[in-house]
């Protein structure tokens, strides 16, 4: 049983070592070492004994994944893995809570999340003069206006349905009526 175990676990070290990235390659060259390690595994792992039902796992997983691999390797910061991720988002939660007294996240963040943890993280990462921030585009800013705006109307709209159902149904009866309807013509 020994031989597949250690052929396979060097299989998996090898693309921990490549995917670890310790000689500081580009995204493009960390995707080329592990396809060419990816071919030998998917060529070899008969070899694998028992455990080349593991390793065909292994490569669906991987394929799986690919997509958005390697980003983190052409964009300096980005986190590498899903518990680097998981640490920035319960850094802000744990900040967050600390501000607000909440136990849990607070609505404005379920509405303006994504512009609120953007926010968070890039000061994190550098100090921003009033020039940096009137260098934006008014046109990017009014489209994530809209945005913000439409999720907080449908939040609005959620809330007067709970609050009374028949009220708001009647409500959107009226609209749909008038939409549908031609406009009376006034009478002389």
């Not at 600390?98 to 993280?121: I, W």
């Not at 994190?124 to 020039?131: D, E, K, L, T």
């Not at 800013?141 to 939040?155: E, G, H, I, S």
Request: hydrophobic share 40%; net charge positive.
């Amino acid at each position: 049983m020994w031989p597949p175990i250690r052929r396979a676990f060097g299989w998996v070290h090898q693309a921990a070592h490549i995917l670890d990235n310790d000689v500081g390659l580009k995204g493009s060259q960390v995707r080329q070492r592990l396809c060419g390690l990816l071919a030998a595994i998917a060529r070899w792992r008969g070899q694998a004994g028992d455990l080349a039902a593991t390793m065909a796992h292994f490569l669906k997983v991987s394929r799986s994944y690919w997509p958005g691999l390697f980003h983190c390797y052409d964009v300096e910061g980005l986190p590498r893995t899903n518990n680097d991720l998981e640490h920035v988002f319960g850094s802000h939660r744990y900040h967050e809570r600390r501000a607000t007294g909440r136990k849990v996240a607070s609505p404005a963040l379920v509405l303006r999340g994504s512009v609120r943890l953007l926010a968070a993280l890039a000061t994190r990462s550098s100090v921003y003069s009033a020039q940096d921030l009137a260098c934006c585009s008014p046109t990017a800013w009014k489209a994530v206006r809209m945005t913000l705006d439409r999720r907080r109307q449908t939040r609005v709209c959620q809330h007067r349905f709970r609050r009374d159902p028949d009220a708001y149904l009647a409500g959107l009866g009226e609209q749909l009526v008038k939409l549908i309807l031609p406009p009376k013509k006034k009478s002389r």
